[in-house]
């Protein structure tokens, strides 16, 4: 039977569900929550594969006498699969090394978002935590490769990685912040922690403290401040036309899309002032960043007040959303402060109805974040943002 764009664009859905079990999880769909996304070379040339076969079938498919809606269909079928496959091509791999948004970081984050509702569950997630033990391998045997090929990440990131990891697995394991899990109501939830921290410690930790072993190995190799940029590596500037494409879906080069952004933030510099004048009693720029930057008085001094601003921030959002939006999403958004990963970040709702949007604050250093910030920080992360 020859393809249709509704039955292709199943399909092609149900292949991303299987391909990130990680992210078939976090959305509620059950059927792969023993394991955890591969990260062997060999896996990233399968998926690469798998989207040029999509890609050729959605180009294959007979436009006549499609809808308008199918149409559309197809093309954003044929984008994502073509400039996709072109994207995963880029061993970015090799060299993902990442103290602020690296797994070390976000594994603790992710798990508690994992919908962890019957006994099933809980059985898949100990096979799961032992499996994640073997992705951590496939990730660090990827650092190997990028060593190989001369592609390694920037010193700086090598060593706060392996700092991060030490720090890790210095901490207590019966404390361990993989053991934050949903607990379901028909499970022994020591029993099933005990299960987890066994698979922590015989599979999690071990695989870390290689992947350690390695950094600590490749500090020396890393790359210094003055090439940290992807253009430093071997097919470096290739990898970053492709990400361009990727995440804008224009053909502007780096230089370009940088260069936006110098000519956006100098055509702000008068609106500064004009506010600077009003808010702070001086419109020299300087000055102005001075005050923004180094005035406590402008900045949190504790975790909970900054958390208290954003959802106030999300009162005032969603009470105006329905101005502005005719359709708004079921699920709610919430607040939460987390101790590691990037200044903020956002994890999409169980498509379930098990989880809500969650909009995460790193607090772990308040006085980094200026009371002026919460507002848009807040709007960009949760509502009407990435929410």
Same mark, same amino acid.
């Given at each position: 039977?020859?393809?249709?764009?509704?039955?292709?664009?199943?399909?092609?859905?149900?292949?991303?569900?299987?391909?990130?079990?990680?992210?078939?999880?976090?959305?509620?769909?059950?059927?792969?929550?023993? &394991?955890?996304?591969?990260?062997?070379?060999e896996a990233e040339a399968r998926h690469v594969a798998a989207l040029r076969d999509f890609a050729s079938r959605a180009e294959a498919l007979n436009t006549a006498?499609?809808?308008?809606?199918?149409?559309? /269909?197809?093309?954003?079928?044929?984008?994502?699969?073509?400039?996709?496959?072109?994207?995963?091509?880029?061993?970015?791999?090799?060299?993902? *090394?990442?103290?602020?948004?690296?797994?070390?970081?976000?594994?603790?984050?992710?798990?508690?978002?994992?919908?962890?509702?019957?006994?099933?569950?809980?059985?898949?997630?100990?096979?799961?935590?032992?499996?994640i033990g073997l992705r951590i391998d496939e990730m660090t045997e990827r650092f190997r490769e990028g060593r190989a090929a001369g592609r390694v990440a920037p010193?700086?990131?090598?060593?706060?990685?392996?700092?991060?990891?030490?720090? @890790?697995?210095?901490?207590?394991?019966?404390?361990?912040?993989?053991?934050?899990?949903?607990?379901?109501?028909?499970?022994?939830?020591?029993?099933?922690?005990?299960?987890?921290?066994?698979?922590?410690?015989?599979?999690?930790?071990?695989?870390?403290?290689?992947?350690?072993?390695?950094?600590?190995?490749?500090?020396?190799?890393?790359?210094?401040?003055?090439? *940290?940029?992807?253009?430093?590596?071997?097919?470096?500037?290739?990898?970053?036309?492709?990400?361009?494409?990727?995440?804008?879906?224009?053909?502007?080069?780096?230089?370009?899309?940088?260069?936006?952004?110098?000519?956006?933030?100098?055509?702000?510099?008068?609106?500064?002032?004009?506010?600077?004048?009003?808010?702070?009693?001086?419109?020299?720029?300087?000055?102005?960043? /001075?005050?923004?930057?180094?005035?406590?008085?402008?900045?949190? &001094?504790?975790?909970?007040?900054?958390?208290?601003?954003?959802?106030?921030?999300?009162?005032?959002?969603?009470?105006?959303?329905?101005?502005?939006?005719?359709?708004?999403?079921?699920?709610?958004?919430?607040?939460?402060?987390?101790?590691?990963?990037?200044?903020?970040?956002?994890?999409?709702?169980?498509?379930?109805?098990?989880?809500?949007?969650?909009?995460?604050?790193?607090?772990?250093?308040?006085?980094?974040?200026?009371?002026?910030?919460?507002?848009?920080?807040? @709007?960009?992360?949760?509502?009407?943002?990435?929410?």
């Amino acid at each position: 039977m020859p393809d249709t764009i509704a039955g292709l664009a199943d399909e092609y859905w149900q292949y991303k569900l299987r391909q990130s079990p990680a992210t078939a999880h976090l959305l509620g769909y059950h059927e792969y929550d023993a &394991d955890f996304d591969e990260a062997s070379r060999e896996a990233e040339a399968r998926h690469v594969a798998a989207l040029r076969d999509f890609a050729s079938r959605a180009e294959a498919l007979n436009t006549a006498g499609m809808t308008r809606d199918e149409r559309v /269909s197809r093309e954003v079928l044929l984008y994502e699969t073509t400039v996709g496959a072109d994207h995963a091509e880029s061993p970015l791999a090799e060299f993902d *090394v990442n103290h602020e948004v690296g797994f070390q970081t976000m594994l603790p984050v992710i798990v508690t978002q994992f919908p962890v509702l019957n006994a099933e569950h809980a059985a898949d997630m100990v096979r799961k935590y032992r499996v994640i033990g073997l992705r951590i391998d496939e990730m660090t045997e990827r650092f190997r490769e990028g060593r190989a090929a001369g592609r390694v990440a920037p010193k700086l990131m090598i060593e706060r990685t392996a700092e991060a990891i030490t720090s @890790y697995l210095g901490s207590d394991p019966a404390a361990d912040r993989l053991l934050n899990v949903q607990v379901p109501d028909d499970v022994d939830e020591q029993q099933f922690k005990g299960e987890l921290r066994d698979a922590v410690t015989d599979a999690i930790r071990p695989a870390m403290e290689r992947q350690r072993a390695l950094l600590l190995d490749l500090v020396d190799e890393g790359r210094p401040n003055e090439a *940290v940029g992807i253009s430093n590596v071997p097919g470096g500037e290739d990898m970053y036309r492709r990400a361009v494409k990727w995440h804008t879906s224009t053909d502007l080069t780096p230089d370009e899309v940088h260069q936006i952004g110098l000519d956006t933030i100098a055509s702000l510099n008068d609106e500064y002032r004009t506010l600077g004048s009003e808010v702070l009693g001086t419109d020299d720029l300087e000055q102005i960043y /001075s005050q923004l930057r180094d005035d406590p008085e402008l900045h949190f &001094d504790d975790g909970e007040t900054i958390r208290q601003a954003s959802e106030a921030a999300m009162g005032k959002a969603k009470a105006a959303m329905g101005d502005w939006f005719g359709r708004l999403p079921r699920a709610d958004c919430l607040v939460k402060e987390t101790p590691t990963g990037p200044l903020a970040f956002y994890q999409r709702p169980a498509s379930d109805g098990s989880r809500p949007g969650t909009f995460y604050i790193n607090t772990a250093d308040p006085t980094r974040w200026g009371k002026f910030e919460i507002e848009a920080m807040s @709007y960009h992360e949760g509502i009407p943002g990435h929410h």
